[in-house]
């Protein structure tokens, strides 16, 4: 069964850091695009940093500078580096990958660790 394994998420203080890790598992023949959203109460989901297979990376204006997407495709795995953080940054983020078997590739979606920037 193919699923993503999302890590990470939890309580931190305004300013503070966390790596949201996410590991895809199953029998997967290629990974394409990997990403993290987020979707606060009463607003829509937002697209907070993708990467391609191609390491090219894209961020939401709302990110930039303060988070950091990379993948390691020998672990299957992409990880949200989360700096400077901000009461706005609190919600649940969501891990996104372009899965393919032998035949056919879709998007997965992980569970979903939930963030919280407090004091």
């Known amino acids: 069964q193919v699923q993503l394994v999302e890590s990470g998420g939890g309580l931190v203080q305004p300013g503070g850091s966390l790596r949201l890790s996410c590991a895809a598992s199953?029998?997967?023949?290629?990974?394409?695009?990997m990403g993290w959203y987020r979707r606060a109460p009463g607003k829509e989901r937002e697209s907070v940093a993708i990467?391609?297979?191609?390491?090219?990376?894209n961020y939401a204006n709302s990110v930039m500078g303060r988070f950091t997407l990379s993948r390691d495709n020998t672990k299957k795995t992409v990880y949200l580096q989360v700096n400077s953080l901000k009461p706005d940054d609190t919600t649940v983020y969501y891990c996104?990958?372009?899965?393919?078997?032998?035949?056919?590739?879709?998007?997965?979606w992980g569970q979903g660790p939930q963030v919280t920037v407090s004091s």
């Open positions: 996104n990958a372009f899965l393919s078997g032998r035949f056919m590739g879709r998007d997965y």
């Open positions: 199953g029998t997967i023949f290629s990974i394409g695009r």
């Open positions: 990467i391609l297979d191609t390491n090219a990376t």
